[in-house]
């Protein structure tokens, strides 16, 4: 069985930091990218994070500058830190990884509130 761990979500103050981890378990063979999502009540899902197995990232301006994406490939562990979190960064976030076919995470809820 396939499985995308996730863990590291939480409430966390205006400003604060936060980082999340997923390690997949279970054979997953030839992982192009590892990366996450979130999505809020109402919103659309928001790619926040991708990084590829050869390194390449990719972030979106809303979170670029404050978030980094980070992987393990032997571990096929990708971490997500988030620094100078605000109240719009609130979401379940969901940790994906890529081959032939997506792979999800069940999601952490992120709540940034003071």
């Known amino acids: 069985q396939v499985q995308l761990v996730e863990s590291g979500g939480g409430l966390v103050q205006p400003g604060g930091s936060l980082r999340l981890s997923c390690a997949a378990s279970?054979?997953?063979?030839?992982?192009?990218?590892m990366g996450w999502y979130r999505q809020a009540p109402g919103k659309q899902r928001e790619l926040v994070a991708r990084?590829?197995?050869?390194?390449?990232?990719n972030y979106p301006d809303s979170v670029k500058g404050r978030f980094t994406i980070s992987r393990d490939n032997a571990k096929n562990t990708v971490f997500l830190q988030m620094n100078s979190l605000k109240p719009d960064d609130t979401a379940v976030y969901y940790c994906?990884?890529?081959?032939?076919?997506?792979?999800w995470g069940q999601g952490t809820q992120v709540t940034v509130s003071s």
């Open positions: 279970g054979i997953i063979f030839s992982i192009y990218a």
């Open positions: 994906y990884a890529q081959n032939q076919r997506n792979y």
């Open positions: 990084i590829t197995s050869a390194g390449n990232t």
